[in-house]
């Protein structure tokens, strides 16, 4: 399909600079294409009365690290150059695949310092060597450390990866530390939240509790490729970047059997949808996975297993626009996204929600 085919005028007012507080609080557009009407204006809180006893709640546990780092590039017979990398998937126990700024003017073999600040564990040091250069600025960073002593010192240098869209109206700060963090955040390695997720409360978890529904967990670990633009025409010249997961024996048994006596599988974010949609066959069966996956959802996929999804709205001409397409219904999600500007709903990372159902259910 022609990617211009999503593309979509926002203010620049829409864009949320900070989360809802609560948390719970911050509204959330059902959009059923069976239902008149389609579109229903509510509240994240209201989530429980769109579920039934015996539904289940997916949600990824990943959880964001500090990945942006800033450091110097220094190369045999130059200067000192500013750079910045963002990690956005590991490799190895000391090796990181990361988007790296300039991109152009970083050679392989070049040695970077990041967080030589003097506050840094090892006195500051955070030293690689470029490894491995790809297209689009991204990079393979051999770093000095390794296993934990590697984690520990990019948990101190680095700062929290906010989505480019909020990083150039203001910098990170102590708040997005918790903010850019779901409450049931588990398993270190993803450098971007899954958003859907950073509305549920405490609160929100005892009502679907309350309300017999189960929840659920599965890792997927969110890279920066998340943000990347959709530079092609069309979405079959469009290469997905790959994000590395896992659902485990359990967890797929115990979705198997929600859906065997007809209860309903609702993915919290895109990430676990297409986690899920990964590891199920094409019998609709969820198996355990593990690996890395570059699955990419445009309209004409066939979904084999989730029934709703529930996802914040997203960048125009990007590729979780084109998943929600293939979800709900094209025309449908245009029409959705015109209400949702019109009507002032806040968009992307920290803005508001939206609840799904499938099209062909």
């Not at 296993?147 to 240098?157: H, K, M, R, T, Y």
């Not at 709900?328 to 029409?335: K, P």
Request: aromatic share 8%; proline share 5%; charged share 25%.
């Amino acid at each position: 399909m022609r990617v211009d085919l999503f593309d979509f005028d926002l203010p620049d007012e829409r864009i949320a600079l900070r989360p809802a507080e609560p948390r719970d609080s911050a509204r959330l557009l059902v959009i059923d294409p069976h239902a008149q009407p389609v579109l229903g204006d509510h509240a994240v809180s209201d989530l429980p009365s769109f579920l039934r006893a015996g539904d289940a709640l997916v949600f990824n546990d990943t959880k964001v690290i500090p990945a942006q780092l800033e450091g110097v590039r220094h190369r045999e017979g130059a200067g000192g150059q500013q750079v910045s990398a963002t990690l956005h998937m590991r490799v190895g126990a000391s090796r990181w695949k990361a988007f790296s700024k300039p991109g152009k003017r970083i050679k392989i073999g070049d040695r970077i310092a990041f967080g030589h600040d003097g506050e840094s564990c090892f006195l500051g040091q955070l030293d690689c060597t470029v490894e491995e250069k790809g297209e689009g600025g991204e990079v393979t960073l051999a770093f000095d450390l390794s296993g934990p002593a590697l984690d520990e010192a990019i948990a101190s240098v680095g700062h929290i990866p906010l989505p480019p869209y909020i990083a150039a109206k203001r910098p990170d700060d102590v708040r997005d530390r918790t903010d850019y963090q779901t409450i049931y955040a588990r398993e270190e390695g993803a450098v971007a939240a899954p958003t859907a997720g950073l509305h549920f409360t405490p609160r929100l978890f005892e009502a679907i509790d309350k309300a017999g529904v189960e929840r659920h967990f599965v890792t997927l670990h969110v890279g920066a490729g998340t943000f990347l633009p959709v530079k092609a025409d069309d979405t079959d010249d469009h290469k997905m970047h790959l994000e590395s997961g896992y659902v485990s024996a359990e967890t797929a048994a115990k979705l198997n059997a929600v859906k065997a006596r007809g209860g309903r599988i609702i993915c919290v974010g895109t990430t676990s949808l297409r986690l899920i949609e990964s590891a199920t066959a094409d019998d609709g069966r969820i198996r355990a996975w593990a690996g890395a996956t570059g699955i990419f959802i445009t309209p004409g996929y066939r979904f084999k297993t989730v029934d709703i999804l529930m996802t914040n709205f997203h960048l125009p001409r990007s590729t979780l626009f084109m998943l929600v397409s293939a979800f709900a219904g094209f025309e449908t999600m245009q029409a959705a996204y015109k209400h949702a500007i019109s009507t002032g709903y806040r968009f992307y990372s920290y803005g508001d929600a939206s609840l799904l159902f499938r099209k062909d259910r």
